[in-house]
């Protein structure tokens, strides 16, 4: 089992910037990506970004890529995302994922973990 827990959520205004953390632990040795997503009903939980551990590589939501940055701190286990610039439309439920297999990043159903959620508001 892996577990995953967010932190980091909160309100800012337009143009604000906020960090979000991911704490992943339990049986980490087999997950291949780690990920960000987020939903805003009523749409789809939809892929932010993710990085595949063994690689070092990273994926990015076409736009998005330029204001966000995920990284991942191996010595803490732990995911962030930083997200700079956010716009009203960012706001939402921002879910940290695990995969153990390799696969389309930004498919909801390629993760086998998903942590509880951090709420991000966006104010104009």
């Known amino acids: 089992q892996v577990q995953l827990v967010e932190s980091g959520g909160g309100s800012v205004q337009a143009g604000g910037s906020l960090r979000l953390s991911c704490t992943v632990s339990?049986?980490?040795?087999?997950?291949?990506?780690r990920a960000w997503f987020r939903q805003a009903p009523p749409n789809e939980r939809e892929g932010v970004a993710s990085?595949?551990?063994?690689?070092?590589?990273?994926y990015y939501k076409d736009n998005l890529k330029g204001r966000f940055t995920i990284s991942h701190d191996n010595a803490k286990n732990t995911l962030y995302l930083q997200m700079n610039n956010l716009e009203p439309e960012d706001s939402g439920i921002y879910y940290c994922?695990?995969?153990?297999?390799?696969?389309?990043?930004?498919?909801?159903?390629?993760?086998?973990?998903w942590g509880q959620g951090t709420q991000v508001t966006v104010s104009s």
């Open positions: 994922a695990a995969a153990h297999s390799s696969g389309e990043w930004d498919r909801p159903n390629v993760y086998n973990y």
């Open positions: 339990g049986y980490t040795d087999r997950t291949y990506y």
């Open positions: 990085i595949a551990i063994r690689y070092n590589l990273t």
